[in-house]
């Protein structure tokens, strides 16, 4: 997941994780790694946990 500095919030715009049905499973993650730039963007690693 990148993450960069700004802000988007346009009406009917999706989010990155909607559409999944309310009895959809939650989706453990562990952070794997996280590295930050000059820009102020950081890029953040998970893997999934079985």
């Known amino acids: 997941m ?8 346009r009406k009917g715009m999706p989010g990155v ?3 999944f049905d309310i009895d959809q499973p939650v989706i453990s993650l562990s952070l794997k790694d996280v590295e930050t ?3 102020g963007a950081v ?3 998970y893997k999934t946990v079985e």
């Open 17 to 19: 994780f909607d559409g």
């Open 37 to 39: 730039f000059k820009s």
């Open 43 to 45: 890029w953040i690693r």
């Open 2 to 9: 990148l993450i960069g500095a700004g802000i988007d919030g």
